[in-house]
Each structure stands twice: as structure tokens, then as C-alpha cells.
């Protein structure tokens, strides 16, 4: 079997696999480094990173010093730069955090912990003042994030892919990754190529890789011969549904109300795409496996806590649009952040394992990438 040779794999084409070989081929030190990217796909990001909500979020709810609360604040700045420096279409349209009667220190609190995680822009509102902003809002209070944004996700993900492939990383789609072996401090990866039904066997052998297969991360971990099962985190699916909202958005902002106390989420929101399209969601849910079915019956459900911001909402306008799935590592209501696992201390050096990326994935994409970077020029 033909063994092609590189010095780092990475496995995984969504937005984060694809962040990763961008910053990496154009890292100095790692400049006359092969680079290969493995997507199962015949093209790149059809799983989490198509089914977002694409916003650039600011930062504002994770604990201080989290991976999740440093990655998103960093990332923020470095994918508006990209943005503006590859005319990547985005808007820093901004978003409220609506308080109802009652509610109001939930948004103190929120304040404070965004001050604590670097964000300074938040501006606290009133009533009136929302209200001039949005009137279709029904709320006692608001908190105001400038630089929560909305970005084309495809578009980031393709300037991603083509710079990688300017600086000479080679993408290797439709080449699903099925085993590995560590040999000689050399990964040996196993690989269908082509079509499920229709495939070759390949090798690709690399002495560092990167595992950033999102939903089957933990599957990819699994194939990794000796590597201890304890080391590989559960998985739990979660899952979010998206319902569009008919004609023209009574909102110019992202709006949400405050999180839902079990952290899961951050309640049923409104987004808008770069198109104008006025969405709701996602909601929670756990499930068995990867669907994307959405229940229509759930608009009522929608309706009903949409309403509590907006009261003119019309159930009829709702209209199933997609779904996502979370990458979650717990059934339980505590936070929990983005695991980076460095296989040096379990005898697997240079290999790095990301595991639960969901949200903020996307904005903290190219802070992930970066800090891999630094970690492999350190070896
Ligand atoms: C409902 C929802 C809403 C979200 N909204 C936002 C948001 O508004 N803002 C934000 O910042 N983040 C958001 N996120 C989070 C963000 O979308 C994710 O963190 C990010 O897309 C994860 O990217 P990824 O590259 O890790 O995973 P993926 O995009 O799933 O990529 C993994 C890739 O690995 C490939 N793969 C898997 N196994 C193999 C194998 N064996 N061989 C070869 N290839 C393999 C898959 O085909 C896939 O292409 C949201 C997530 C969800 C679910």
C-alpha cells in the first residue's frame, strides 16, 4: 500500500481543522513543513460549521480564564482582521440581552463577568433607550454588545482552505480516516479514499496530528491503537433547531434573552444571516443520534418563549429552516469547556485532540489555531 509521507495530519475540514492549517502554513516555523488536511467529505465543513447560527460572538458569558472566554475574546478580534483583510462579507450589526421585569441583576451580572473575561464595550440600557433602538422589543432592561457580529461562514471556511493551499497544505477530501497507529514516533493513518461504496486504501504517515473531527472526534480518538480510553471524554449530542420568520425582521440587532440557567444554551434568539433573513433558535435538546428532522409542531413552543421579547410574533410565520448538533461532554447543567488534549504526558507526543468545540467555535477558530501553533513550535 502507498505510504505518502507529511510532518503533520490534521483530521477534520470544518472551520476549526481549516483555521488550523491556515495559521500553521503561513507560521514560519513551520514554512517547509508538509501539510496534509484528511476530510471524510467530499468538501469541507458539512457538518457543525454549516449549521450555526454564525454569529462572531463577543465573549460576554464564560468563566474568566476559560478556554471558551479567551479563545472567543481573541478570536473576535482575529476573525474581524480577516474578515476586513480578505473582504470576508461579515456586519458588526451588534446584539441586546434582553431583561424582563425582575430579571434586571441577571444583567449586572453579566456585565461583570464580561469585564472580567476583557470585554469593555457592553452598555447597559434602560427601557426607553431600548425601545428607540428596537421597537418591536418588549423589555425592562438591555445589555448593548457593539462588536457581536454576524459573519458568511462559507466564505470564511474557502478563505481558509485557499490560503492553506497557497502555502502548499494539501487537501485531501473524500479520504476518511478509519485507523492509527503510533510507530517509531510517527503516526501511521489508515484511510478509505473515494466514495463508501467505491474506495482505495491509502497511508498517510505524520509525526504530529491533529484530531479535530468534531461530532466523531471521539470516534477518531477510539482508532487510535493504545491510546487509554480514559483519556477520550464522553459524548453527548445536542441538539439545536433553527425556525425561519417570514417577511421583513422587525429587529436591525441580534437579540437574546438572558441564557438558560442550566448553560446549555443560550435560550431560543434572533438571529439575522447576511442576507436579512430573520431566524429563531436553536433550542436544546439531547438526542441518540445525528438528524437534522425538525419537529414543525415546535413553532408553538417557539412562539411561546419568543413572545416574551417580542409580543407581536406570529406562530404562522415560523417555518422549520435547519439544525445543529453540540458536541456536548456531559449531560449536566454546569459549564464545561473546550478540552484540548496534548497526548505528550500519555506517550503519544504531537498528538493534539480537540473535543466539545461547539460554540464559540467558530469565533474562537482562529484562537484555537494559533495556540496549536505556538504549542507544536514548542516541541
Ligand atoms: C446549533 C449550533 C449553533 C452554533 N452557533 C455558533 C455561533 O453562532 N458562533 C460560534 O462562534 N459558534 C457557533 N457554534 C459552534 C461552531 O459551529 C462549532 O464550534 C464549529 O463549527 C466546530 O467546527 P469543527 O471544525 O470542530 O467541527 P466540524 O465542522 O463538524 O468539522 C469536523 C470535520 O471532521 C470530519 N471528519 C470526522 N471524522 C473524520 C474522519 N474519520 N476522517 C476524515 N474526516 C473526518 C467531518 O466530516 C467534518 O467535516 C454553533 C454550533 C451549533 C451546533
Do not use: W
Not at 488550523?20 to 513543513?33: D, G, H, M, T, V
Not at 463577543?58 to 474578515?83: M, N, T, W
Not at 468534531?214 to 477520550?232: C, H, T, V, Y
Request: some cysteine; proline content about 5%; overall charge negative.
Amino acid at each position: 500500500m502507498n505510504t505518502e509521507l507529511f510532518d503533520i495530519g490534521i483530521v477534520g475540514a470544518g472551520v476549526v481543522g481549516l483555521a488550523i492549517a491556515q495559521r500553521l502554513a503561513s507560521s514560519p516555523a513551520f514554512k517547509n513543513s508538509e501539510i496534509v488536511l484528511l476530510e471524510q467529505d467530499s468538501a469541507f465543513g458539512q457538518h457543525i460549521s454549516s449549521r450555526s447560527s454564525e454569529v462572531i460572538h463577543g465573549g460576554i458569558y464564560y468563566p474568566e480564564d476559560s478556554l471558551k472566554a479567551r479563545f472567543c475574546v481573541r478570536g473576535k478580534q482575529l476573525l474581524y482582521e480577516h474578515c476586513e483583510h480578505y473582504q470576508i462579507p461579515c456586519n458588526r450589526l451588534g446584539k441586546l440581552i434582553v431583561a424582563q421585569p425582575g430579571e434586571e441583576a441577571s444583567l449586572q451580572a453579566l456585565l461583570l463577568q464580561a469585564q472580567k473575561n476583557g470585554v469593555g464595550d457592553l452598555q447597559s440600557l434602560d427601557g426607553d433607550q431600548l425601545i428607540k433602538l428596537e421597537p418591536a422589543l418588549s423589555a425592562s432592561a438591555a445589555l448593548h454588545s457593539p462588536s457581536t457580529g454576524i459573519i458568511d461562514s462559507h466564505s470564511y471556511m474557502l478563505s481558509l482552505l485557499q490560503l492553506a493551499q497557497d502555502k502548499g497544505v494539501m487537501f485531501a477530501p473524500q479520504t476518511r480516516v478509519i485507523a492509527i497507529e503510533h510507530v517509531n514516533e510517527k503516526f501511521v493513518l489508515n484511510a478509505e479514499i473515494g466514495k463508501s461504496t467505491d474506495h482505495e486504501e491509502y497511508q498517510f504517515s505524520c509525526r504530529y496530528l491533529i484530531n479535530s473531527a468534531g461530532l466523531a472526534a471521539q470516534a477518531l480518538a477510539n482508532r487510535i491503537a493504545g491510546l487509554p480510553g480514559e483519556l477520550i471524554p464522553a459524548l453527548h449530542y445536542c441538539k439545536g433547531d433553527y425556525f425561519n420568520y417570514l417577511g421583513k425582521s422587525p429587529f436591525s440587532r441580534l437579540i437574546y434573552p438572558l441564557p438558560e440557567q442550566n448553560t446549555r444554551g443560550l435560550g431560543v434568539h434572533s438571529t439575522l444571516d447576511m442576507s436579512g433573513q430573520l431566524r429563531f433558535g436553536p433550542d436544546t435538546e439531547f438526542v441518540d443520534s445525528v438528524n437534522y428532522d425538525i419537529d414543525p409542531s415546535k413553532a408553538g413552543l417557539y412562539a411561546t418563549a419568543i413572545g416574551r421579547y417580542f409580543p407581536q410574533i406570529d406562530a404562522s410565520k415560523l417555518e422549520p429552516a435547519y439544525a445543529g448538533i453540540r458536541p456536548k461532554l456531559s449531560l449536566g447543567d454546569s459549564f464545561e469547556d473546550f478540552q484540548i488534549l496534548y497526548g505528550a504526558e500519555h506517550g503519544f507526543p504531537g498528538l493534539i485532540q480537540l473535543f466539545g468545540i461547539e460554540s464559540p467555535g467558530l469565533t474562537a477558530s482562529l484562537a484555537i489555531a494559533d495556540e496549536l501553533v505556538c504549542h507544536l513550535q514548542n516541541l
